[in-house]
């Protein structure tokens, strides 16, 4: 039997969809009535696929069986003589090879759906669109194909925005009253300098008046009245004393409390912006950083890889690897600490270390550390021996360190294949370094070990 492909357009405002039904309307019944009155038998014609009621078609595609050899352009035609008055109509007809099926052979479909975004009812277009009274989400719609995803991103980019502009009033807000505290401070500091001076005018005075008072006993018998005032101006002289130099302890006290306040709002901060930070990478909204996930990721994958080839070799062992008791470098300051890991770590991941932060920008530099905070090793820049100056040792002498921040904490919870962060970076313990870092779990032998990072700039 001669098969043809048909294609058809049709207005579904009247059809209960593309499918016959046994007693409402559709377009799929109305073209085998035609076909019946062509070639007198039950006909099933099959399509590339199915529409509801009331979506309409320009081009779907269709196949038919016929007994009879037709010329196309003859059966397109008489078809449509037959389809009236219904509002189906076949635009194109051609002959097609026994195996090709209607849906099967299909390549491609294409939709469009119109949607009007107004109150007002539809009078020229009415059948031709849904009418949405509500604001409509333009971003999600045009994704196409890519919507369910594109919807997601959209939303992520929503709530990003949405706390970007909280994080910047938190910011605007801290900065203001950080603002006003400095000048606290500083009214506080000079009140200090002013208190200090009063403090040495009072000693000044004891001192003038302990002169006085070895005059006085000279002259004791006939000055009993004077001595009287003289040991009550030096009274009132030392509580004076005491009462500033209180003052100014207690001003001292207060600017260091609101200090550490001041850095622990620095810190909400930051874990804030970190947060918006890893939902925006996460959401693939930036490629150069999602490029540095992956660096970070495969240099993660040689470090458990070293680490699981010296076990099975029995070079290393499970229990020095996990090794938790950390035992304190003497004379170090900032405190070293050393376990049954360190030396193999020094030999076997501080040259990878090395490898990865020698390979050039963005990379800063990389390094490992389990779940307590524990850097068993370091890059070789700053594995240098103490030599007991604090601003050499703080910047160059972070193998056996300890550094367990409310970022890294943040960190060990996570379960999620990375983590993205943006903070200061320690330097000499003066000077920091703002760096965005990728967190990504180690897992060795099956178990969570701690964490590679890997630090860079994109400035």
């Known amino acids: 039997m001669p098969r043809y492909a048909l294609k058809v357009e049709y207005d579904g405002t009247g059809f209960a969809g593309w499918q016959r039904q046994a007693d409402q309307p559709s377009v799929q019944g109305a073209i085998e009535a035609a076909l019946a009155r062509l070639e007198p038998r039950d006909h099933t014609i099959a399509a590339a696929g199915r529409t509801d009621a009331g979506v309409h078609a320009r081009g779907q595609v269709a196949q038919c069986d016929m007994v009879k050899q037709w010329d196309p352009f003859r059966l397109s035609e008489a078809l449509n003589h037959h389809l009236k008055p219904a509002r189906v109509a076949i635009r194109d007809c051609a002959p097609v090879a026994d195996d090709w099926h209607a849906r099967f052979s299909a390549l491609e479909r294409r939709y469009l759906f119109r949607l009007l975004s107004r109150r007002a009812p539809c009078t020229m277009e009415a059948g031709q669109g849904w009418r949405v009274n509500n604001p409509l989400d333009l971003e999600a719609m045009r994704a196409g194909e890519q919507g369910r995803t594109f919807a997601v991103v959209a939303n992520e980019v929503k709530t990003l925005a949405s706390e970007t502009r909280k994080a910047t009033e938190e910011i ?9 505290e400095a000048e606290q401070v500083i009214e506080k500091i000079q009140s200090g300098a002013a208190a200090s001076t009063q403090a040495k005018n009072s000693v000044g005075a004891i001192e003038d008046t ?6 006085l006993l000279l002259e004791v018998d006939g000055q009993q009245d004077q001595i009287a005032r003289n040991t009550a101006t030096i009274s009132d002289h030392v509580h004076r004393v005491q009462d500033v130099l209180g003052d100014f302890d207690g001003a001292v006290s207060e600017n260091e409390s609101k200090l550490a306040t001041a850095h622990g709002r620095m810190e909400e901060l930051e874990l804030i912006a970190s947060d918006m930070f890893d939902k925006l990478v996460k959401a693939g909204l930036s490629p150069q950083d999602s490029a540095m996930v992956e660096k970070a990721q495969q240099h993660a994958a040689q470090v458990v890889a070293a680490a699981e080839e010296a076990i099975a ?9 996990f090794d938790r008791e950390y035992r304190q470098v003497p004379g170090t300051n900032p405190p070293l600490f050393r376990t049954g890991l360190s030396d193999w770590a020094d030999a076997h991941w501080r040259p990878l270390n090395d490898a990865v932060s020698n390979s050039g920008p963005p990379v800063i530099m990389c390094s ?13 820049e700053h594995s240098r021996a103490p030599t007991g100056d ?19 904490k943040k960190a060990k919870k996570q379960t999620d294949p990375y983590m993205m962060a943006v903070y200061r970076q320690e330097g000499d313990g003066r000077n920091y370094l703002v760096v965005r870092n990728v ?5 060795i032998n099956g178990r969570r070990w701690g964490d590679f990072e ?6």
Not at 210 to 215: K, L
Not at 313 to 321: D, I, K, N, Q, T
């Open 172 to 180: 605007s807000r801290t900065v203001d009253m950080l603002g006003g």
């Open 454 to 459: 890997l630090a860079y700039s994109l400035d």
């Open 439 to 443: 967190y990504v779990p180690l897992f």
């Open 313 to 321: 070799s029995g070079e290393l062992s499970m229990e020095a690897l």
């Open 210 to 215: 302990m002169r006085s008072v070895t005059e």
């Open 368 to 380: 490992q550390s389990d779940t307590n905070g524990f850097l068993p090793t370091h890059v070789t």
């Open 390 to 408: 604090l601003t050499h040792d703080t910047k160059h002498c972070r193998n056996g360190r300890i550094m367990l921040y409310t970022i890294d």
